[in-house]
Structures are given as structure tokens and as C-alpha cells.
T-cell receptor, first 110, second 112 residues
Framework: DAKTTQPPSMDCAEGRAANLPCNHSTISGNEYVYWYRQIHSQGPQYIIHGLKNNETNEMASLIITEDRKSSTLILPHATLRDTAVYYCIVRPGEGQKVTFGTGTKLQVIP | GAGVSQSPRYKVAKRGQDVALRCDPISGHVSLFWYQQALGQGPEFLTYFQNEAQLDKSGLPSDRFFAERPEGSVSTLKIQRTQQEDSAVYLC??????????FGSGTRLTVV
């Protein structure tokens, strides 16, 4: 069973920030939150990950609540190429299987 | 190579035929995972290797599915006597210890 809950779909206007929420209320203290996205006909692509501090890279920002039970992926200026399915996963210890849910289908609208 | 390479990209098999799907992970990546993705669903875990050792095969749906990684690099997922329900995209991912996964583009298997 997936350890995360995400809305099935979201729309975002081109150029606006896209904020994708994720609930992971059963996360353990040593488990990281990872975000991936999957564009049609491609494998999932790594975006960002974090443990308890907010993180930012060239693709996105990750905001993790203080209790670590939820997080938000922020795409600051969404483009049409950001249209994809976004997966939030909780990564357990090394070698343990990662369970994907069904993700959030983000549609960026011109 | 620069990424995870999977071949073939597409495979059409007649029901009952055996297939072999290949994964070339990123050089030096210790961990290798196979996932199965049905249309409209998220990837489902099949099996995990650490070097040549298959440490978790709990996701393999039946004994018709077999995976190997004999030298700790290239891996092959074999499906015997394919059935229509085996039609899916098969994804391979590799990682260094403690890092995120890098996925290949997958093999789309269609059983007719």
C-alpha cells in the first residue's frame, strides 16, 4: 500500500506557481520524501527530495511541514512542459521497496 | 552510460511466448529495481537487486516471472508463457546507496 496520498488531478495556468500537496502521515523519522514526475511514454524523472528541511533546486522547491506528515512540491513558474503525473513517495531504508501511488496529474493550461 | 538503458523499447509477444527484457543500469550503481506499470497506474514494485544478489522478489506476480543480474550490472527480466495480463510497461531503475532512483524509459510489452 502506498504510504502517501495525493489529489488525482490539478490544473495550473502557465506562468503561475503550481503547488502539489502530499500527505504522508505515517512517515518514520528516517524516511525521506521524494518527488518524481512522469511525462507520457517516459520513465519517472527525479525532481527533489528532503528529510525535514525545506529544499530547493533548479527544478522545484519542497516544503515539508514541521511534523513531517505532509509536504508540498512547488513549481515556481509552470510551463506547458511541466504537464505530467507527479508522484510523492516515502523512501524507506536502503534496499527496501518503494511504493508509488497513482500520483497527481498536473495539467498546465496556456 | 549517461542513463539507464532498457531494450527493447517495444515488444509484441504472442500469448504463450517467452520474452526477455534487458536493463543496463548506470555504471557503478549498486541497487537495481524492476517495476511494472499498467496503463493509468503508478509503477508497481517487482524485484530488487543489490549487486548480483536478488534481495527482494516479493512483487513478482507469478513463477512465470524471473529476474537475474549475474555480474552485478546488466539485468534481465524474463517472462515465461506470457499472458494478456502481462501487458504493461516494465521499468528499470538504478541508484547509488542512499540516493534517488534513475529510471529507464521502459519496455512496453503487448501480449496479443
Amino acid at each position: 500500500d502506498a504510504k502517501t496520498t495525493q489529489p488525482p488531478s490539478m490544473d495550473c495556468a502557465e506562468g503561475r506557481a503550481a503547488n502539489l500537496p502530499c500527505n504522508h502521515s505515517t512517515i518514520s523519522g528516517n524516511e525521506y520524501v521524494y518527488w518524481y514526475r512522469q511525462i507520457h511514454s517516459q520513465g519517472p524523472q527525479y525532481i527533489i527530495h528532503g528529510l525535514k528541511n525545506n529544499e530547493t533546486n533548479e527544478m522545484a522547491s519542497l516544503i515539508i511541514t514541521e511534523d513531517r506528515k505532509s509536504s508540498t512540491l512547488i513549481l515556481p513558474h509552470a510551463t506547458l512542459r511541466d504537464t505530467a503525473v507527479y508522484y510523492c513517495i516515502v523512501r524507506p531504508g536502503e534496499g527496501q521497496k518503494v511504493t508509488f501511488g497513482t500520483g497527481t496529474k498536473l495539467q498546465v493550461i496556456p | 552510460g549517461a542513463g539507464v538503458s532498457q531494450s527493447p523499447r517495444y515488444k509484441v509477444a504472442k500469448r504463450g511466448q517467452d520474452v526477455a527484457l534487458r536493463c543496463d543500469p548506470i555504471s557503478g550503481h549498486v541497487s537495481l529495481f524492476w517495476y511494472q506499470q499498467a496503463l493509468g497506474q503508478g509503477p508497481e514494485f517487482l524485484t530488487y537487486f543489490q549487486n548480483e544478489a536478488q534481495l527482494d522478489k516479493s512483487g513478482l506476480p507469478s513463477d512465470r516471472f524471473f529476474a537475474e543480474r549475474p555480474e552485478g550490472s546488466v539485468s534481465t527480466l524474463k517472462i515465461q508463457r506470457t499472458q494478456q495480463e502481462d501487458s504493461a510497461v516494465y521499468l528499470c531503475a538504478s541508484s547509488l546507496r542512499g540516493s534517488g532512483y534513475t529510471f529507464g524509459s521502459g519496455t512496453r510489452l503487448t501480449v496479443v
